[in-house]
């Protein structure tokens, strides 16, 4: 990997892997794309505005600058994509398609994230195998399994060499998410920090996977300059670093701030989502084929958003 560019750049993950791409890869050598203009730090380098559904538009930033891979991240997340689900039709399978088309063209190394919900009810929903059942009963994981069936028949058929995770529900001071199912997991840091007190829209005993997002950016690095030789599965390794419900995240806030009180006030549409997905999830394939693992267990992720969140607050 040498000229990256990255699309949904100021989404959740994009927001953090430009400058974590900028300081390994070289400033210049990271061009950050999105549907709005960058604002701040992401203005330091290359940035242009692209709409993945315009093909096009695509091809020619990718051209201009002369890319060798492609970091493919925007799309609409869980909850967002169930209330818009023609949009995310739209978006998601669309934008993937053209990203993987000038992958092909233009003979670029390929990331997309597949997550969590690319799995569904009748899925094992413990410590979920890598190779199972995947019949989400989502908009977001219909998406998300074509996007990695997708991803792989442009490895087997065109020979592109096509590379990505599922994601947990992942967790950060940086960008708020927006429209996801695991949500909850980065609001309840901000409420316990600012009322020490959260309302959650995930019930009591539902278990998800979970990470923090450094934990994240290292993974998608390290999948993507490990040895292909290696990977028998290029596409979607399962990976995750915590398995937690509302009542795990109130024990490890409880831990700094003794008086936080968590309640529910339960969303029927997050809910059901949160319900059809694994409660933990195996990475054990990703570990043994390019040496997958994760530093952040919940405590430890724990002292740490607090400590940032709080600092954050203070500055604004
Ligand atoms: N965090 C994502 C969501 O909730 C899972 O991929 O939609």
Do not use: C
């Amino acid at each position: 990997m040498k000229k990256i560019l990255v699309t949904g750049a100021l989404g959740q993950i994009g927001s953090e892997l430009l400058g974590k791409l900028r300081e390994t890869y070289g400033t210049d050598n990271v061009i950050g794309t999105d549907i709005r203009e960058a604002e701040g730090s992401h203005n330091d380098g290359p940035f242009e505005i692209v709409d993945v559904t315009n093909a096009e538009q695509l091809h020619e930033v990718a051209n201009k600058y002369n890319i060798d891979t492609v970091m493919h991240l925007a799309a609409l997340l869980s909850a967002k994509a169930e209330v818009y689900p023609k949009v995310a039709w739209d978006i998601n399978m669309g934008g993937l398609v053209n990203a993987l088309e000038v992958a092909r063209e233009l003979d670029l190394k390929f990331f997309t994230p597949s997550s969590i919900g690319a799995f569904g009810p009748s899925t094992p929903k413990d410590n979920t195998p890598q190779d199972t059942l995947q019949r989400p009963n989502t908009m977001y994981g219909v998406n998300k399994v074509a996007g990695e069936l997708l991803a792989d028949y442009y490895y087997h058929r065109f020979g592109v060499d096509t590379r990505g995770v599922r994601f947990p529900g992942l967790i950060s001071y940086v960008a708020p998410p927006g429209g996801g199912t695991t949500d909850y997991a980065v609001e309840i840091y901000y409420e316990a920090t600012k009322k020490k007190a959260y309302h959650s829209y995930i019930g009591e005993g539902t278990k998800m996977d979970m990470m923090y997002m450094p934990d994240a950016l290292n993974a998608i690095i390290q999948l993507m300059e490990s040895d292909p030789a290696k990977l028998e599965h290029r596409n979607a390794f399962n990976i995750s670093a915590i398995s937690a419900a509302p009542e795990d995240f109130e024990t490890a806030i409880q831990k700094h701030i003794p008086d936080f009180k968590l309640s529910y006030d339960v969303d029927p549409v997050r809910q059901n989502i949160a319900n059809s997905w694994p409660n933990s999830i195996d990475s054990s394939v990703a570990s043994k084929e390019w040496g997958f693992k994760a530093d952040y267990d919940i405590d430890r992720m724990t002292k740490e958003m607090l400590e940032k969140v709080e600092q954050k607050l203070v500055k604004q």
